[in-house]
């Protein structure tokens, strides 16, 4: 691909800034990866309404209309792609789990309330409302944008706790422990299923994790790991590579 690449989004753009910074060190002449983060205060409050009528700021909206305008970039979005770890990061209070419909996925908890598919969405899509506002903004303001899926998560307990942030650290992940490996599985891919829904519906592509990433089982290696929920560097670098193919 003969393009530059713009990377719209919040926490997971982090893992590709930094990629991009070591490339463009290694190589000045190399077509550059640039990044806008949403959230970064230049830009507060990100969106101004709700819902339908929920609109990126102007200053937001101008800063993606003038990359756009002065690099011709390939628009891609790592816009939200938190939301399953809030959700099912820390062992509920009350075990819970399910069955994925259409793949396989790990076999229920047999100590676990089960729940049904349809149920546990309805949960999730009840938190996605600002990540899809999000997705139909870079539509509005970018065009043609991929929507980039988050990273799975990592299956390891004992790395999560010890590399979850003060968010997690402050709702009772030290009380209630990190919940299984098979139910963040099961909400990471319904999650991403979710979200490619949202982007089938908006005419935007929706891009999976780069293969090379995820171990046998489909969770996110360590070496790409960086903190509990995110990926690091060779990750981001994993991403750029995956945009380039394009």
């Not at 990273?151 to 992940?173: E, M, N, S, T």
Request: proline residues 7%; contains cysteine; glycine residues 8%.
């Amino acid at each position: 691909m003969n393009k530059s690449i713009l990377v719209i989004g919040q926490s997971h753009i982090a893992a590709i800034r930094s990629a991009a910074k070591t490339r463009r060190e290694a190589c000045p002449d190399q077509l550059r990866t640039r990044v806008i983060h949403t959230m970064e205060p230049h830009y507060a409050p990100e969106v101004e309404g709700e819902g339908e009528e929920g609109r990126f700021t102007p200053a937001l909206e101008a800063a993606i209309r003038d990359q756009i305008a002065r690099n011709a970039p390939l628009v891609a979005s790592a816009s939200g792609g938190n939301v399953h770890n809030g959700f099912a990061l820390i062992r509920h209070p009350r075990p819970y789990d399910f069955l994925l419909s259409e793949e396989d996925g790990p076999p229920l908890d047999p100590e676990a309330e089960p729940l049904t598919e349809a149920q546990v969405r309805a949960a999730l899509e009840g938190g996605l409302a600002r990540d899809r506002l999000r997705l139909r903004e870079i539509r509005r303001v970018a065009g043609e944008a991929i929507q980039l899926e988050s990273p799975p998560p990592v299956a390891d307990g004992g790395y999560i706790a010890a590399q979850a942030d003060a968010y997690f650290k402050d709702r009772a992940l030290g009380d209630l422990g990190v919940a299984p490996a098979g139910l963040r599985y099961k909400i990471w891919r319904l999650h991403s299923r979710i979200v490619a829904g949202y982007c089938a519906e908006l005419g935007m592509r929706f891009l999976p994790v780069p293969p090379e990433t995820r171990d046998a089982q489909g969770f996110l290696r360590l070496d790409y790991a960086g903190d509990a929920t995110h990926g690091n560097e060779a990750y981001g670098e994993a991403v750029i590579r995956a945009l380039e193919s394009l």
